[in-house]
Nanobody
């Protein structure tokens, strides 16, 4: 089992910055891909950014050039640095990770979410 705990959300002015963190804990062999999703009220949950355990990254077009995903494999933690925040970035941000458990199988886990509100 893997627990993902997000932190770093909050209220920020347009143009401001926030840094989200997501730490994985529990019993597992390894963490593979890690991702950040977001869900605004009344909308579907969308992929924002992803990173492999080798450091390859993916970004949704809407955040390219403004958000940076990174990870610390020693701490099993993924980060999302968000700059130049816009009103439309307001959403609950969820961490997601693929982990190999002790049974040798891969499972996907979700965090509980952290609220990011961009407002003047």
């Amino acid at each position: 089992q893997v627990q993902l705990v997000e932190s770093g959300g909050g209220l920020v002015l347009p143009g401001g910055s926030l840094r989200l963190s997501c730490a994985a804990s529990g019993r597992f062999l390894s963490i593979k891909n890690m991702r950040w999703y977001r869900q605004a009220p009344g909308k579907q949950r969308d992929l924002v950014a992803a990173i492999t355990n080798g450091g390859s990254t993916y970004y949704a077009d809407s955040v390219k050039g403004r958000f940076t995903i990174s990870r610390d494999n020693a701490k099993n933690t993924v980060y999302l640095e968000m700059n130049s925040l816009k009103l439309e970035d307001t959403a609950v941000y969820y961490c997601n990770a693929d982990a190999t458990n002790w049974d040798g199988r891969d499972y996907r886990y979700w965090g509980q979410g952290t609220q990011v509100t961009v407002s003047s």
